[in-house]
């Protein structure tokens, strides 16, 4: 199978910050890398397909980047309903896995 | 309003038995794959199974494999997880979710189709205990 690893596991930041959060991939995966937001008590969304494609509706303060085994999603301009955890997700094959998650606080 | 329904969770014994069911509207649902993702108590995500439009391809995660059989409906827009001999460790909300097919086209690989699951259910939990 192959390993999700996401970084940081925590992250403190303040409305209208950027930030940044990386997952890496124990093989190559080319771009079958998706991101997901999930607020507390809810279902996860889908933020971001194929690495950098944005998904319907989703603000363009979302952003993704990377090929191969590094990925990263960022967030410009953090904003409140921003708060949540964020879930990277590979499709390239089954079983799909997913990162360990990342836990964004108001600092 | 395009919508996914869990229903079927609930407490159940180690050892025992429990079919989830997932009403879907809003979507063409046969001309879509379908997912089932649970979530234990304060831990991450984790991908249980798949199955295609038809039905005639099904895929799981080891951990199940044997054990629960993924199935659909699709004169009647449903999703099933038939579970078996449940273990405490897969108390869970489990979610239903459409596994889409985007096209995408990047410099770097061309243009090729790319699966995210797009559209989640609220989830049903399911609790095993004794």
């Known amino acids: 199978d192959i390993q999700m690893t996401q970084s940081p596991s925590s992250l403190s930041a303040s409305v209208g910050d950027r930030v940044t959060i990386t997952c890496r991939t124990s093989?190559?995966?080319?771009?079958?890398l998706n991101w997901y937001q999930q607020e507390a008590g809810k279902a996860p969304k889908l933020l971001i397909f194929?690495?950098?494609g944005l998904q319907s509706g989703v603000p363009s303060r979302f952003s993704g980047r990377g090929s191969g085994t590094d990925f990263t999603l960022t967030i410009s301009g953090l904003q409140p309903e921003d708060f949540a955890t964020y879930y990277c997700?590979?499709?390239?094959?089954?079983?799909?896995?997913f990162g360990q998650g990342t836990n964004l606080e108001i600092k | 309003d395009v919508q996914l329904v869990e229903s079927g969770g609930g407490l159940v014994q180690p050892g025992g038995s429990l079919r989830l069911s997932c009403a879907v509207s809003?979507?063409?649902?046969?001309?879509?794959?379908m997912t089932w993702v649970r979530q234990a108590p304060g831990k991450g995500l984790e991908w249980v199974a798949k199955?295609?439009?038809?039905?005639?391809?099904?895929h799981y995660v080891d951990s199940v494999k044997g054990r629960f059989t993924i199935s659909r409906d699709n004169a009647k827009n449903s999703l099933y997880l038939q579970m078996n001999s449940l273990g405490v460790e897969e108390s869970a909300v489990y979610y239903c979710?459409?596994?889409?097919?985007?096209?995408?086209?990047?410099?770097?690989?061309?243009?090729?189709?790319?699966?995210?699951?797009?559209?989640w259910g609220q989830g049903t939990t399911v609790t095993v205990s004794s």
């Open positions: 979710a459409r596994d889409r097919n985007f096209r995408f086209c990047s410099s770097q690989a061309g243009c090729y189709y790319y699966y995210a699951m797009d559209v």
């Open positions: 809003g979507f063409t649902f046969s001309s879509y794959w």
């Open positions: 199955i295609n439009q038809d039905g005639s391809q099904r």
């Open positions: 093989q190559s995966i080319n771009i079958y």
């Open positions: 194929a690495a950098s």
């Open positions: 997700q590979q499709s390239f094959t089954i079983p799909y896995t």
